[in-house]
């Protein structure tokens, strides 16, 4: 039995290294994950960078999208998860206390009393491994665990919560549903994923917006679902509420969705491509730069505003539904796989730093080489 574990951890903004920890303990009430796959999203780019969360946060394993084998379970722990040695499980980030009112009337991301989150609970607290950038990761009594279907290719399961965060964004915010117009305002990922989502919910008409860099990612856009794709910037690019207006016969439409990194022109262009009464859901993260928001078109326009936080326990279980359906070919969006020794590398070819522009969708996998 492996006595010591590998993991990476981020000592701090734009700084990763790899160490060793002790083989996490386990009792009757928490379980021990060999890692098989960790997604990589446009927060941990963010994370890495120091952009998001506390400035003063000590050293942590990364990785909020975890998914592996169950290795060693506790007899109650597999009885109130309903998995056993051997199955695979995705892991959600939020750790409830499962107790207060906020767990229990369904509001558990809202915990107020969470001390510990999969990616982002520093290494001193005990066992350390709590992030998905490790052989294996602790899962703790409170954790949060889905079942995925063991026959699934590895870099396809690992995309439950970019597919989740489509299902959440554009059906269960947005309200998404048979014949309904939608706007994607980004390229990545979970805008992708949130044409799928639309797509699968019987959404009409989607449109994805994005650069000319994102020329690629556009075109699997459209493989996957998209009906319209608008170039936003360069010699050939649109007003994206003109365009909006154009492909709709100005009708604009039911749903906005932003899912930009740092980016704050597209909030206004989410609100002025809905129609009367119409709902923009907010998602992409923007390192709290100011943005002077026009809330008379809150007003004179009837809209729906809605936040995005994160990825929720129904989502995630409606996205592993529809990977385990083999509904679409999801294998279009994963690009790029890495070891557990090229973290950093990972991270950079996600956020486009490296010469290799193509990617889309990310997975750091501990035994590849």
Same mark, same amino acid.
């Given at each position: #039995? ?6 990476? $951890?981020?000592t701090?903004?734009?700084k ?6 002790a083989?996490?303990?386990t ?12 997604? *990589?999203?446009?927060s ?14 000590g ?8 998914m ?8 109650r ?5 309903? $998995? =056993?040695v051997?199955?695979r499980v995705?892991?959600e980030?939020? %750790? ?6 906020d ?5 558990y991301q ?11 609970t520093?290494?001193e607290?005990?066992?350390?491994l709590?992030g998905?950038?490790?052989e294996? #990761?602790?899962?703790?009594p ?9 026959n699934?290719? $590895?870099?396809?399961?690992? #995309?439950?919560?970019?597919?989740? /965060?489509?299902v959440?964004?554009?059906?269960g ?10 706007l994607?305002?980004? /390229?990545? =990922?979970?805008? *992708? !994923? !949130?044409v *799928?989502?639309a797509?699968a919910?019987g ?11 994102d020329?690629?990612k ?7 679902? !998209?009906?319209?794709?608008?170039? %936003? ?7 994206i %509420?003109d ?5 709709t ?5 039911d ?6 990194p ?5 909030v206004?262009?989410?609100? =002025?491509s809905?129609?009367f009464?119409?709902t923009v $859901?907010l ?8 943005h ?6 809150f %007003? ?6 809605k936040?995005a ?10 996205? *592993? ?5 083999g ?20 991270? =950079?070819?996600l956020?486009?730093e490296?010469?290799?522009r ?7 996998h501990?035994?590849?080489?």
């Amino acid at each position: #039995m492996t006595t010591m574990v590998r993991a990476a $951890v981020q000592t701090g903004p734009g700084k990763i290294e790899m160490r060793e920890f002790a083989r996490p303990k386990t009792g009757a009430d928490d379980a021990l994950l060999r890692v098989e796959a960790n997604g *990589i999203c446009g927060s941990d780019i963010e994370i890495f960078r120091g952009h998001v969360g506390k400035a003063d946060r000590g050293p942590f394993v990364p990785g909020h999208e975890p998914m592996g084998i169950i290795e060693e379970i506790g007899d109650r722990a597999a009885e109130r998860w309903g $998995v =056993q040695v051997g199955d695979r499980v995705a892991l959600e980030v939020v %750790v409830p206390c499962r107790a207060c009112e906020d767990c229990l009337t369904g509001r558990y991301q809202a915990c107020p009393f969470r001390k510990y989150g999969h990616g982002v609970t520093g290494i001193e607290v005990a066992p350390s491994l709590w992030g998905g950038f490790a052989e294996y #990761m602790y899962v703790s009594p409170n954790s949060v665990v889905h079942k995925i279907d063991k026959n699934l290719p $590895v870099e396809i399961a690992a #995309m439950y919560n970019p597919l989740g /965060a489509g299902v959440r964004w554009a059906v269960g915010l947005g309200g998404v549903g048979l014949g309904d117009t939608l706007l994607v305002l980004g /390229a990545g =990922q979970r805008g *992708i !994923a !949130a044409v *799928i989502a639309a797509k699968a919910a019987g959404a009409g008409t989607v449109i994805v917006t994005g650069l000319e860099s994102d020329a690629h990612k556009l075109e699997v856009a459209r493989e996957l679902g !998209a009906d319209h794709t608008v170039v %936003v910037d360069g010699d050939d690019g649109r007003d994206i %509420v003109d365009a909006v207006t154009e492909i709709t016969d100005g009708r604009m439409v039911d749903v906005a969705l932003d899912v930009t990194p740092m980016a704050t022109g597209p909030v206004t262009d989410a609100l =002025q491509s809905v129609r009367f009464g119409g709902t923009v $859901v907010l998602a992409g993260l923007k390192g709290h730069r100011p943005h002077p928001i026009d809330t008379d078109l809150f %007003v004179n326009r009837a809209l729906t505003v809605k936040g995005a936080f994160g990825v929720d326990s129904d989502a995630n279980r409606q996205a *592993i539904a529809l990977i385990e359906s083999g509904r679409f070919p999801l294998e279009k969006l994963h690009t790029h796989t890495f070891g557990l020794d090229e973290v950093e590398l990972a991270i =950079q070819t996600l956020a486009g730093e490296t010469d290799d522009r193509s990617a889309i969708h990310v997975s750091v996998h501990p035994d590849a080489r």
